[in-house]
C-alpha cells in the first residue's frame, strides 16, 4: 500500500472493544486509520468508521506490510490476551520502523517484556480501576493524567471549602507545591489568571504536582 499524502495515520491491530474505540475515536477526529483483525465480524463493525478496516489472518512481516501498517506514524497493538502474539505483532511492528508504537498489556510482566523491546505500554483495565478508585475516595476528582516521575495533572471539582477563597489565600504551592495551570468555568478554561480570583460554585481546577502531595490537599478540602 502507498504511503498517502495526508496528516498522522494510525495503525489498529485487534478490533476487540479497546481497539474498536481507538478506531471510532480516531476516526471521529478525522484521523486517517488503519484497522486490522482475524476477526470479519469485527472488521466489519469497524468499517463504520473507516474504509481502510481489513480482515487479517496472519500477523507476519509480509501481512502487516500488504496492509500498509509500515506506512503509519503510529500504530497501537490491542492484543492483550494471547500474550505470545501480543509480542510478536509488536516485534514485527518494531522491525517495520513505524516511528510510535503503542502496545495494550494486561500484566505487569507482558508490560515490561513489551517495554523492553521498545514500545510504549498502556493497561487500559489498571488505568481504569485506578481512575474508579480515586473517584470513589475523592469527592472532588474528575479525571487525572499520569506522568513520569509519578506527577499528575489532575482535574478536581472546587468544594464548599474553596469558594470564596482566592488563589494567594489557598497558597496551594507553599502548602501542598502544587501548581493550577487552568480553571475552567462558565464553559470556559482560562490559563491566564490573577492571583486574586477567588474560586467559584462550579469551577474545576487543573492542578500538576506529585501524586502525594495531589491527594494530601484533596483530603483536606473534602
Excluded at 475516595?137 to 516521575?149: P, T, W
Excluded at 504551592?173 to 477567588?198: G, M, Q
Amino acid at each position: 500500500m502507498k504511503k498517502r499524502e495526508t496528516s498522522a495515520t494510525f495503525g489498529i491491530i485487534g478490533l476487540g472493544r479497546f481497539g474498536l474505540a481507538l478506531v471510532e475515536c480516531l476516526s471521529h477526529a478525522e484521523k486517517e486509520v488503519i484497522a486490522i483483525d482475524k476477526d470479519e465480524a469485527r472488521v466489519k463493525q469497524a468499517r463504520r468508521f473507516t474504509d481502510l478496516a481489513m480482515v487479517v489472518e496472519s500477523l507476519d512481516q509480509d501481512s502487516l506490510e500488504e496492509a500498509g501498517i509500515q506506512n503509519c506514524d503510529t500504530v497501537v497493538i490491542c492484543i492483550g490476551e494471547q500474550v505470545d502474539v501480543s509480542v510478536l505483532t509488536t516485534m514485527t511492528v518494531l522491525n517495520l520502523n513505524v516511528p510510535h508504537v503503542i502496545a495494550k498489556a494486561n500484566s505487569l510482566m507482558h508490560g515490561e517484556v513489551l517495554k523492553r523491546l521498545g514500545a510504549k505500554v498502556v493497561y487500559p483495565e489498571w488505568d481504569m480501576a485506578v481512575r474508579l478508585g480515586k473517584g470513589l475516595i475523592y469527592d472532588n476528582f474528575l479525571d487525572s493524567v499520569a506522568l513520569e516521575g509519578n506527577v499528575e495533572v489532575r482535574r478536581i471539582q472546587v468544594s464548599d471549602r474553596l469558594i470564596g477563597v482566592s488563589i494567594r489565600e489557598a497558597d496551594m504551592r507553599r502548602k501542598y507545591n502544587l501548581n493550577i495551570i487552568a480553571i475552567e468555568h462558565c464553559k470556559r478554561t482560562d490559563v491566564d489568571f490573577p492571583s486574586d480570583y477567588r474560586f467559584q460554585e462550579g469551577d474545576v481546577i487543573c492542578v500538576i504536582g506529585q501524586i502525594r502531595n495531589i491527594e494530601r490537599f484533596e483530603n483536606d478540602i473534602q
